[in-house]
């Protein structure tokens, strides 16, 4: 299924209330140029070395950031969801360089596709949209440094605990593949697939295919804070 271009809905811009009150000549320019487009599951929006000529909003869905190896091997960067600036099509604009990084629907997703001269022109003319642009870029610098400091100095047993209990939310069951699992810890399969058998043993979770129900949340919440 290809991405559909789908008419601009006046509510679109409800998904981001700090572009609501931008100055009337930059919210004019962005209401003519921008375009929406939707885009089915696993559709990828941009390879690592490709030209970047756009930014993007997502209205709707989640856009998922990673590395891929030569070998297969994935390293899930960051998620952005609805409401937010993909921050790697404003790197790649502003230091006008190429995609350092992949980007997938991780589900149904809906994106604001803003033409990079346009980009510029925003960013020129209207503080606001700057404000927006740079509060987003430094949250992600935020995000991304802790990332760092987890995957260089933090145990992988507390990482996937803490990865488990924010996965199952409200629910006591994890929807995740050992391999998803790692892609999001930044490690090998192996490693993940023996730290739950260590869970499993110890009576914290129960696994089975793609699935892994949470027994003791208490004793998993408790690793994950040391």
Not at 199 to 214: K, M, N, S, T, Y
Request: glycine share 8%; with cysteine.
């Amino acid at each position: 299924m290809p991405p559909s271009h789908i008419p601009m809905p006046e509510h679109w811009i409800d998904r981001f209330p700090a572009l609501q009150f931008l100055e009337a000549p930059a919210l004019t320019l962005l209401r003519s140029t921008a375009r929406l487009v939707r885009l089915p599951t696993g559709h990828v929006l941009y390879r690592r070395g490709d030209r970047c000529n756009r930014c993007l909003l997502v209205v709707d869905g989640s856009l998922k950031v990673r590395l891929v190896s030569e070998t297969g091997g994935e390293v899930i960067l960051h998620r952005v969801e609805s409401g937010e600036p993909c921050i790697l099509t404003i790197c790649s604009l502003m230091a006008r360089e190429n995609y350092l990084a992949e980007g997938v629907a991780e589900g149904p997703l809906t994106v604001m596709s803003l033409p990079a001269v346009r980009f510029r022109e925003l960013l020129g003319m209207s503080a606001m949209f700057r404000d927006f642009i740079f509060f987003g870029f430094g949250s992600r610098i935020a995000q991304l440094l802790a990332l760092l400091e987890s995957v260089a100095f933090e145990r992988i047993d507390k990482r996937l605990a803490s990865a488990l209990l924010s996965r199952a939310r409200t629910s006591s069951r994890v929807e995740a593949s050992h391999e998803d699992l790692a892609a999001e810890l930044g490690t090998a399969r192996e490693v993940v697939s023996r730290a739950l058998k260590r869970f499993e043993g110890l009576g914290w979770v129960r696994l089975a295919r793609r699935r892994i129900d949470l027994l003791d949340p208490g004793s998993l919440k408790t690793l994950g804070k040391r």
